[in-house]
């Protein structure tokens, strides 16, 4: 019996320091690509995140807002000038809330 001789390698088969070079380079662009998305969904988890605490923000001004409204309307100026001061405080750029607790502490001739 005779032994036949192997076959020439195929043009597409690649000698081992090859596959691997091939392999770490795919391996390589997978992670990088993998490393943008996580990047990415950061960067809009932040915005998302400011987004929801402005909203909260918001809502607890206009309640403290309307709170002070309700204790004016009672007659109790001072708990509705303090309601008016704690809006005031956490945002300055309102006018309305320093206008209303003026109004709430003219009630109480201070």
Known sequence: MTLREPPPPSPLIMSSPDVAKAIE?????RVAAWEARVEKAEEE???VSGHIRCAILSTFLHNLNMQGNALFKDGDFDGAAKHFLHAHTLNFTQPSYLSNMAAALLKLER
């Open 45 to 47: 988890k932040a915005v």
């Open 25 to 29: 380079e795919h391996v390589s662009k």
